[in-house]
């Protein structure tokens, strides 16, 4: 049975996911000496938002890419040259008019990713919001889709699973676990009843920068409730990108689910001289709107005060 860790939570349509599977499963052995046996991804039917597993086992492909880089000098400017090379194509500016202008950018896309990966840590790409894979586009070159086949891709928005290149309905995701012999780890899932008990009442993670502060929480898992989000709350979320700026400047003191003393959460934190614990990995499942705490980031511990019972 192979353990699969949550490593990433990522806004981008199922194109992207596609794109990303294919690249790691295919295309990352001359950047990380081998590809990648397993890439899960899981969408919970709430918008563009979808986690990434891997087996971390495998030497996670982060940490060869930095044993790479010590030990070729050229390592990076073979990736920046690679990024650059197919970079005209990702960012459209080759003209996209026929199936086979399409299956060409495509080529690029995902001979693209990994050098994007190494140079510029993975940031959020713009690529088409459709929930289709860019095999269904290239379908259409020859065909229609059916009435059953527009239902079938709207039926996505609802969830899905990706899997070495398989597309998989969300309420198949312990089917399609057992089928391969996989199981979801990590804290937030493998708690126990007594175990969430006591993270309940105080959990720890890596403090970004210091600081001591009490507020009531306020969980963001979706754009659309930053408007929802008061002056003097804790902010708490799986992980933030440059668009939470306007939300943490309002905030009192941040708390993530991921994230190292790198991530975008660590680096506004610094920005803003705001209290910050990251990679906690358990924050979002832990807490609740509503819920008073104290972000105490000198010791990188988040203490219940108050339980909202929600």
């Not at 070159?141 to 079938?152: C, R």
């Not at 804790?234 to 003191?253: H, N």
Request: neutral net charge.
């Amino acid at each position: 049975m192979t353990t699969l860790s949550k490593v990433y939570t990522r806004s981008y349509s199922l194109f992207c996911v596609a794109g990303w599977c294919e690249s790691g499963t295919q295309h990352s052995e001359p950047w990380v000496g081998q590809n990648d046996s397993h890439v899960f991804f899981i969408n919970d039917g709430q918008g563009k938002k979808f986690s990434v597993w891997y087996d971390l086992s495998q030497n996670f492909w982060e940490k060869n890419i930095e044993k790479r880089i010590n030990a070729d000098p050229e390592y990076f400017s073979k990736a920046k040259k690679d990024f650059y090379e197919h970079l005209p194509w990702v960012m459209g500016k080759n003209t996209i008019e026929t199936f086979a202008d399409f299956k060409e950018f495509y080529r690029h896309y995902i001979l693209w990713w990994l050098p994007m990966a190494i140079i510029l840590e993975v940031p959020n790409i713009k690529v088409p919001e459709e929930i289709i894979t860019p095999q269904e586009i290239m379908s259409l070159e020859n065909a229609d889709f059916s009435a059953d086949q527009f239902d079938k891709i709207k039926s996505r928005l609802k969830g899905y699973v990706y899997y070495n290149n398989q597309l998989y309905d969300r309420v198949d995701l312990q089917k399609v676990l057992s089928d391969n012999g996989l199981v979801l780890g990590g804290a937030e899932l493998s708690l126990s009843k007594e175990e969430r008990k006591i993270m309940k009442k105080e959990f720890k993670g890596m403090s970004a920068f210091r600081g001591k502060v009490q507020g009531m929480v306020r969980l963001i898992l979706q754009k659309s409730q930053f408007s929802e989000f008061k002056e003097g709350e804790i902010l708490v979320t799986e992980m933030t990108s440059p668009d939470f700026f306007p939300v943490m400047k309002k905030a009192a003191a941040f708390i993530t689910d991921e994230g190292g003393i790198t991530c975008h959460a660590a680096i506004v934190a610094r920005e803003l001289k705001k209290p910050c614990i990251i990679g906690t990995q358990v924050a979002t499942t832990v807490l609740k709107t509503g819920d008073v705490v104290e972000v105490d980031a000198d010791k990188g511990r988040v203490i219940m005060l108050q339980s909202s019972n929600k």
